[in-house]
């Protein structure tokens, strides 16, 4: 009887080690796919060794995008009154900053509620693709309800939207002439015309908006608008693609 209570110890022992063993395996698993680590990765199929360069990466890149844009500028060693320009990214919706070429941050973004095609026509909510630059800048204080702390108006329609425009019939060839003379001018084009206007990119994003809210501008979280605000200017190169 004693002998039967033994061995039934120790067998019960015996599934606890190997239970406790397999839930630390996995824990271990889900630590490395924290840092990037998935089983995908070929180095780790091949030798079942962690890739030590992309945990450093990982780290690296996680570590720069909790810095403020004025750190990683000084990181750098990158002057605050270097030309930036901005680039976004519809598919991704990340609004990313660069220094002659050097990626800096980048940052969340809300789209047009009208979805991810080009913008056509005034009223239908897309946010616009193609090149463009900063016409204007405005800080609200207080913020505003849609618009939040910071606006910075962009050059839409450009030369490819009023072309387009044109070669449709939505707009007169009077009206493509004034939008030319205002891009080559580097001024604010006409606002008014059936391509639309009034696009921009801006802060008041918040959760509860829920995604791609916006009527066609970019749309971000205050904080991250007010970390870049400062380092752009009128004139500041804009790319929108998909």
């Not at 067998?11 to 680590?37: D, E, R």
């Not at 969340?108 to 630059?133: A, C, I, M, Q, R």
């Not at 618009?147 to 108006?153: F, K, N, P, S, Y």
Request: charged content about 20%.
């Amino acid at each position: 009887m004693n002998l039967q209570f033994k061995n039934t110890n120790a067998k019960f022992y015996s599934f606890v080690a190997v239970l406790v063993l397999c839930i630390a395996v996995l824990s271990i698993g889900t630590q490395y796919n924290a840092f990037g680590l998935s089983s995908d990765n070929q180095t780790q199929k091949k030798t079942g060794t962690l890739n030590v360069n992309t945990v450093k990466s990982n780290i690296k890149t996680a570590s720069e995008a909790a810095l403020a844009l004025k750190d990683i500028l000084k990181k750098k060693g990158i002057a605050s009154g270097a030309n930036i320009n901005i680039v976004v990214s519809k598919s991704s919706h990340t609004l990313s900053l660069y220094s002659n070429g050097v990626f800096l941050k980048s940052y969340h973004v809300e789209l047009g509620e009208g979805g991810p095609p080009n913008k056509s026509v005034v009223g239908d909510k897309k946010t616009p693709e193609g090149d463009f630059y900063i016409t204007e800048k405005t800080v609200y204080s207080p913020a505003d309800y849609y618009l939040g702390t910071r606006w910075m108006e962009l050059s839409y329609p450009n030369l490819s939207a009023a072309q387009r425009g044109l070669n449709s019939g939505i707009i007169s060839k009077e009206t493509y002439n004034r939008i030319v003379k205002a891009i080559n001018n580097g001024e604010t084009p006409p606002q008014d015309t059936a391509l639309g206007g009034y696009i921009g990119i801006h802060g008041g994003s918040v959760p509860s908006f829920g995604k791609d809210w916006t009527w066609g501008c970019v749309g971000l979280a205050n904080k991250d608008v007010e970390d870049f605000y400062g380092f752009v200017r009128s004139g500041t190169k804009v790319t929108i693609n998909m």
